[in-house]
């Protein structure tokens, strides 16, 4: 039974809850809810739970260090579960994709993402997967610093729940099936029917 580590950004706090900062953490808490468990504890500045899902192990987790030290948690994480970087993916928002949109990569750059930053320095590689979930550029002049930090308004949260149950099925079928299908399935243009 191979384990995989399916991280979720975002930052702890009521008061962060709902941002759109915490797509990240949406997303794992969807998946969570999908397999039927709930975090459970408090495990290298994250909270964690495992779920079996087929032939894998599944370690969930939401880094409590604030967005930008997601690899204090990220880093351990790894290390005490010997998980390599190809079995490791992390969810996080993107303000470079239109608002619901999600894309699965098996690797690349933080593209400026302070959470990634952390990651892939404390890694030392960029070379596992992510999944990008859309969050659309800020209106006007806003500050993306101030953008990321306003909660979700209800019609971009009903878009952003349709991401999520595609960004979970997705990593479903990385976990059944591996990663070019699990690309094929949440790169595929969108169709409203």
């Given at each position: 039974?191979?384990?995989?580590?399916?991280?979720?950004?975002?930052?702890?706090?009521?008061?962060?809850?709902?941002?759109?900062?915490?797509?990240?953490?949406?997303?794992?808490?969807?998946?969570?809810?999908?397999?039927?468990?709930?975090?459970?504890?408090?495990?290298?500045?994250?909270?964690?739970?495992?779920?079996?899902?087929?032939?894998?192990?599944?370690?969930?987790?939401?880094?409590?260090?604030?967005?930008?030290?997601?690899?204090?948690?990220?880093?351990?994480?790894?290390?005490?579960?010997?998980?390599?970087?190809?079995?490791?993916?992390?969810?996080?928002?993107?303000?470079?994709?239109?608002?619901?949109?999600?894309?699965?990569?098996?690797?690349?750059?933080?593209?400026?993402?302070?959470?990634?930053?952390?990651?892939?320095?404390?890694?030392?590689?960029?070379?596992?997967?992510?999944?990008?979930?859309?969050?659309?550029?800020?209106?006007?002049?806003?500050?993306?610093?101030?953008?990321?930090?306003?909660?979700?308004?209800?019609?971009e949260l009903?878009?952003?729940?349709?991401?999520?149950?595609?960004?979970?099925?997705?990593?479903?079928?990385?976990?059944?099936?591996?990663?070019?299908?699990?690309?094929?399935?949440?790169?595929?243009?969108?169709?409203?029917?």
């Amino acid at each position: 039974m191979q384990t995989y580590l399916i991280i979720g950004l975002g930052n702890p706090g009521r008061e962060y809850a709902q941002t759109r900062h915490n797509a990240g953490f949406l997303l794992v808490d969807r998946m969570v809810e999908r397999l039927g468990t709930r975090f459970r504890r408090l495990q290298f500045k994250a909270l964690t739970t495992d779920a079996r899902y087929g032939n894998a192990k599944i370690i969930l987790a939401k880094p409590q260090t604030y967005m930008n030290l997601s690899g204090q948690a990220v880093g351990p994480l790894m290390r005490f579960y010997k998980i390599p970087p190809e079995r490791l993916l992390v969810a996080y928002d993107d303000l470079d994709l239109p608002l619901g949109t999600v894309r699965l990569r098996p690797k690349g750059g933080h593209g400026g993402h302070k959470g990634m930053r952390s990651i892939i320095e404390r890694l030392g590689t960029q070379e596992f997967p992510r999944l990008r979930l859309g969050i659309g550029r800020p209106p006007g002049r806003m500050d993306a610093a101030d953008y990321v930090l306003q909660p979700f308004a209800p019609a971009e949260l009903e878009a952003m729940s349709i991401a999520f149950d595609r960004g979970v099925e997705g990593i479903f079928r990385w976990l059944d099936e591996g990663l070019e299908a699990a690309m094929n399935f949440v790169n595929a243009p969108q169709t409203n029917d």
